[in-house]
């Protein structure tokens, strides 16, 4: 994006600095990342079996066994 507007992303950099400093931006404050709790203990799910099919032009090609 910056390339298609002629800007560098130190241009960029020094533009979000100033806005800072201005007080027009927030500044960046690091947080703790948050997870999704975890119900429970995990269980090993079967995935159902698919048979695999891929047509190009007048090539089909397919899987034998379900994958």
């Known amino acids: 994006m910056t390339r298609k507007y002629g ?3 130190w241009q960029i950099y020094d533009w979000r600095r100033r806005f800072r400093q ?3 931006l927030p ?3 690091a947080s703790e990342p ?3 709790p975890v119900g ?3 269980e090993e799910r079967q995935a159902p ?3 695999l099919e891929i047509a190009i032009g007048d090539i089909v090609l397919r899987t034998d066994t379900a994958i």
């Open 7 to 9: 800007a560098t992303r």
């Open 22 to 24: 201005r007080g027009l």
């Open 27 to 29: 500044a960046c404050e």
């Open 34 to 36: 948050t997870f999704a």
């Open 40 to 42: 429970g203990a995990l």
């Open 49 to 51: 079996a698919i048979k």
